[in-house]
């Protein structure tokens, strides 16, 4: 029985899927679809093409290339979930306020401030190749969509 128990534990663990938390905001703005981003079922604004499609930068280890690509949910939005598709996950990960590298990035709920309507957290996409057009699934709340996203090269539209 004790032994069941723990393999259930470590499964879980390692299944378990990083959470945001709310200390990790790095900036308060008015505007998510400005400077080449653009939202996502009204709560996710993502970086665009003029963002992501620039060379990837070279890292040691299994994730390669590593493009910068900070996000930002809309204050007072419920659970926000972004994850790579099961068959792209040997191919590239996530990280966005100061996760590790994941499949799938869990934000919990943060309120907006005063005039600043969408939270900032940075971070962004880890590669084992140079460049790919990458699929994300997003989900928030009971709405959920799947975009495609250029890292290190364009994949047309989102």
Do not use: K
Request: aromatic share 6%; hydrophobic share 40%; glycine share 16%.
């Amino acid at each position: 029985f004790l032994g069941a128990l723990v393999a259930g534990a470590q499964a879980q663990s390692q299944s378990a899927e990083p959470a945001v938390s709310c200390d990790r905001i790095v900036l308060r703005g008015a505007a998510g679809a400005a400077d080449g981003f653009h939202v996502v079922l009204d709560a996710v604004s993502m970086p665009g093409a003029r963002h992501l499609a620039r060379e990837t930068e070279s890292r040691p280890g299994r994730w390669r290339s590593y493009r910068n690509g900070g996000i930002a949910i809309r204050g007072g939005t419920s659970d926000v979930t972004i994850s790579v598709p099961e068959g792209w996950r040997d191919r590239v990960a996530l990280s966005w306020g100061g996760s590790r590298p994941s499949s799938t990035v869990r934000f919990g709920r943060c309120a907006a401030s005063a005039g600043a309507v969408w939270n900032s957290f940075s971070g962004g996409f880890h590669l084992r190749g140079r460049a790919d057009c990458v699929p994300l699934h997003v989900v928030v709340g009971g709405m959920s969509t799947t975009l495609r996203v250029g890292i290190g090269r364009a994949c047309g539209e989102h």
